[in-house]
């Protein structure tokens, strides 16, 4: 955003609140690679997008808070001395879920006006849901204490109110990359460990190019949660032939393929899939640190196919983008990106090929679907989460 509008947003808060605010933000993500492995303490390679959701805030002397949402027009409130609100289903969860979740893990925090407005397309897969949590926490947690918090527990924090406020089980990966992003970086996390790696991206004439089906199935986050629990299903099974097994990231293709009489078909195939993106995901790593973008390509479309054969969460209108760009010269590799069921998928491709892979893209969106895609061209990862010093 503009240094104009970082300084509008700040001009609608002080004549909302009649206070002066400071003013945060948080990345939205693409993940390059290692999906659905985070909460099977897998690899993950995300990377921070330009995309940010800005918070303006400040304290309040009490623990009362009131915030206001631009996208969606509303104002919610809120008492953290008051029992909490019933889940709405709605953004005030994360907001309300944040504040109650810092608070509970030492990590305190006093009352606030905020005001929000976000640039990531909520349901487009590139974690709007974290960037608002993350940039929510890190704004209180820094207007009750100035020095630089503790990122990793904020983000645990953030990923907590998601499981106990809004209802989705999901892994670390959203808000460990929206805390913890480095400029020109991808991040490589050990979801086990939590040890991270920033890996330079040196994309050259390279593009990431985002394209965001638009199309938001209703069943993500009741699938997604199912999928955990399947994941769950194979690895008790599979902890009879082994019993140090603790998760699917113990498990060796060779292992499951041992298990394989024991499992259910469906339950195997969700394994396979784990296993081996979690391989892929580290050969990506290397591939990405040798420079070496063709064999990088490949590990995505075996990412993709694999997310739509056995681990089934990908859908037509995100197949179609990945085949539809795979088709193009100029392209290295494209897979759907995020949780799935709609929401968006990532090319590699050489910057002189863009127009033609958008026009392909949106003509056969338009003839399958009757669908416009939106596009977003990314030539290098941004920065995580951070407060923004606007000069007078
Ligand atoms: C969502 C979740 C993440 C991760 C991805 C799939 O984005 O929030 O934790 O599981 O899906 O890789």
Redesign the pocket.
Known sequence: MQDTSLRALTARFRARFGAEPRLFSAPGRV?LI??????NDGF?LPMAIDSRTYVAAAARSDRRFRVHSEEMNELIDFDLDAPPHARRGLWGDYVEGTARSLDKRNMPVSGADLWIRSDIPPGA?L?S??ALEVAVGYALVRLRDPSEPDRRKLALAAQAA?HEYVG?L?????QFIVALATRDHALSIDCRSLETRPIPLRLGSLRIVICDTTVRHALATSE?NARRAECQKGVTVLSRLDPNIRSLRDVSEELLNRGEPLLQRETFRRCRHVVREIERTVSAVSALESGNFNAFGELMRASHASLRDDYEVSCRELDVAVETAASVPGVFGARMT???FGGSAIALVEEASIPFLLERLELHSRKEFGIVPKFLTVSQPSNGVCEHALED
């Open positions: 993940n290692g999906e659905h492995t985070d909460y993950v897969g974690s849901s974290a998601e989705t999901c892994g670390i990966m959203d997604y995020g949780g799935g």
